[in-house]
């Protein structure tokens, strides 16, 4: 089941990332190295076997619901480059088309 | 003694007794890490500022006759992914240069309130994915006992900071092993608490179900002293348990008469240096002296631990990372033309290498018509990961392992091998895929005179007992009074 160049490009796609294709050639015998690793948990037989999300069983508290201090809009935009003088957002590129 | 040489409750100790100012602590650890970090690089960021600003409040609070905490002036160096308000926490990762975080993490405040001075940031594998901290796109570390090695990572530049006395404490993250690997491979004490022991608030995350912050420490002593300031439930943390947290330093009784010790024949296996297992069964052997009981006994899905671990911790961290995406804080592509260009050039720009595989590899393993091939079944053999544990646990107190397969590796020896540095934390995966607390600390040192780790594993919870057999170990043995020279 070893990965292709073209799977390792649209992995990428799906996380997001825009993978140069020397970038992809290195990276895939890499990957593929790491997913021989994975074929010997297939050999496990593990039927029947609950999975484990996390270590320590944690349940859901419940509290009362009470205001508690948290970060202002002013506080929160101060610390970004990406803003506009009066501060009113984050601002990117444009998401939906004009005219 | 010179200052920066002393213990944390040594320093505490005299501080409390008016013997030295907490600036005086400060300033003598701020001269020694000016005058030697550009060989070891440690720090990405020395906060000298503010720590002498905490100085000055302790020692005023020492005057006022107020009881300054129990790490009254001690230094403490925090991994560059914990969470300061006002001093930039890069993860050493490109992707978050510059970024200033607007609040404290949970542990930082804590050792503020513990009268701790906190003295600087240091370098770590980006996002505390690594081995060696080569993975650092900021800095590269040294390690004090060869300045031709690695430091170990994740956390290198905290195990280096202590070890090359810049700090008699600090603070790291363990995913995998990022804590105790290189507290092995810098000759100093590492722990990883329990899972949900430590609030992980404020800590950048990685792997959210396998991360727990813990100290690297001169020895012990010092070792549970700052875990009775860290350990305990936070509202802003609802993993964190709430359990009551006893005091550590009272189980440092040197009585370890009786006491089962689980030698799992799995970590003994080929792969381990002969040197390592030499020394570390030697260990055991004191610790039988002490009138321990030892025996062998076998964690039998130990093969599947470093597969398992690589889908587990991948799958979460391409979740976690999904964040940067150039829109609020941190690098943004100058080069975008639409918001998709944006998230994948800003992407591409700021991770490294090994940050990308993972966030591959993760994604891979939890796309669709995968799933079930590798997460679930990973998931499942967590399950039986655990109750191998639970199953030795049964007959045994605490298990000893060696906490790495080698000593310290040369820089560069690994980079071009992923999978090879991969290899180096497989005797401390199973710890956080188990959720149970783990600490390495020195019993020896090889032929070249590097320092070799033993690691202690306990049940769920039982850090009082991980300290106990550590300590009684510590006070037959110097391994863990020895410094290197810089």
Redesign the interface.
């Known amino acids: 089941m070893a990965l292709t160049t073209e799977d390792v490009r649209k992995v990428g796609t799906l996380a997001r990332l825009a993978l140069a294709d020397d970038e992809i050639a290195t990276i895939t015998p890499q990957l593929n190295d790491l997913l021989d690793q994975f074929a010997r948990l297939q050999q496990l037989d593990t039927t029947g076997v609950e999975p484990t999300s996390h270590a320590v069983p944690v349940k859901a508290l419940l509290r009362e619901d009470e205001i508690t201090p948290s970060l202002s809009q002013a506080e929160v935009l101060r610390l970004t480059a990406h803003t506009d003088e009066i501060m009113s957002g984050f601002i990117v590129p444009q998401v939906l088309a004009g005219d | 003694m010179e200052l920066v040489h002393l213990t944390a409750s040594a320093i505490a100790a005299k501080v409390k007794a008016k013997e030295v100012t907490a600036r005086a602590v400060t300033e003598a650890f701020l001269a020694r890490i000016a005058t030697h970090d550009e060989s070891v690089g440690a720090f990405l960021t020395v906060m000298t500022g503010q720590a002498l600003a905490q100085a000055d409040a302790v020692d005023a609070k020492i005057a006022a006759g107020e009881d300054p905490g129990p790490l009254a002036g001690v230094p403490v160096a925090l991994k560059d992914n914990m969470c300061t308000v006002g001093v930039e926490t890069t993860c050493a990762s490109k992707i978050l240069k510059?970024?200033?975080?607007?609040?404290d993490a949970t542990v930082v405040k804590k050792l503020q309130a513990a009268g701790a001075i906190t003295i600087g940031k240091t370098n770590l594998d980006e996002f505390a994915m690594g081995s060696s901290t080569e993975n650092s796109a900021l800095k590269l570390t040294h390690n004090p006992w060869n300045l031709s090695k690695v430091p170990g990572g994740s956390s290198g530049g905290s195990a280096a900071a202590v070890a090359a006395d810049f700090a008699p404490l600090s603070l790291g993250s363990d995913t995998g092993g990022s804590i105790r690997q290189p507290a092995s491979f810098c000759g100093v004490v590492g722990v990883k608490p329990?899972?949900?022991r430590v609030s992980r608030y404020g800590l950048v995350a990685f792997a959210s179900?396998?991360d727990q912050i813990g100290p690297f420490a001169k020895n012990i002593e010092d070792a549970a002293l700052v875990m009775n300031v860290l350990s305990g439930h936070d509202?802003h943390d609802?993993?964190s348990?709430?359990q009551a947290v006893p005091d550590y330093t009272k189980a440092l009784t040197g009585d370890i008469k009786g006491l089962r010790i689980g030698v799992p024949t799995e970590y003994f296996a080929a792969g381990i240096v002969p040197e390592i297992r030499i020394l570390v069964q030697s260990a055991i052997g004191v610790l039988r002296g002490l009138g321990a009981e030892v025996g062998e006994c076998s964690l039998p899905?130990t093969?599947?631990t470093?597969?398992?671990y690589?889908?587990v911790a991948p799958a979460e961290a391409?979740s976690n990372l999904?964040r940067y995406?150039g829109?609020?804080?941190g690098h943004?592509t100058q080069k975008?033309?639409?918001?998709?260009?944006?998230?994948?050039?800003t992407?591409?720009e700021g991770?490294g290498?090994e940050v990308?595989?993972r966030?591959?590899?993760g994604?891979?393993a939890l796309?669709a018509g995968y799933y079930d091939?590798?997460y679930?079944?990973?998931?499942?053999?967590?399950?039986?990961i655990?109750k191998d544990f639970e199953d030795a646990f049964q007959n045994f107190d605490v298990l000893i392992t060696p906490t790495a397969p080698t000593t310290a590796f040369g820089i560069g020896e690994k980079t071009d091998d992923?999978?090879a540095m991969?290899l180096s934390d497989i005797c401390t995966l199973s710890a956080?895929?188990?959720?149970?607390p783990a600490l390495s600390q020195c019993c020896g040192f090889d032929t070249h005179g590097l320092p070799v780790g033993m690691q202690l594993l306990g049940p769920?919870f039982s850090e009082e007992l991980l300290f106990k057999v550590a300590h009684a170990y510590e006070q037959q043995t110097d391994w863990h009074t020895r410094r290197p020279v810089l």
Request: charged fraction near 20%; avoid cysteine; glycine fraction near 4%.
């Open positions: 510059g970024f200033v975080p607007p609040y329990t899972y949900g179900s396998l509202p609802s993993t348990v709430p899905h093969e599947y470093l597969p398992a690589y889908i391409s999904a995406d829109v609020r804080y943004r975008a033309t639409s918001h998709i260009d944006l998230f994948e050039k992407r591409e991770f290498d990308k595989r966030i591959l590899i994604t891979y796309s091939a590798f679930l079944k990973a998931q499942q053999v967590r399950t039986l655990q992923p999978l991969k956080n895929l188990a959720g149970i769920s």
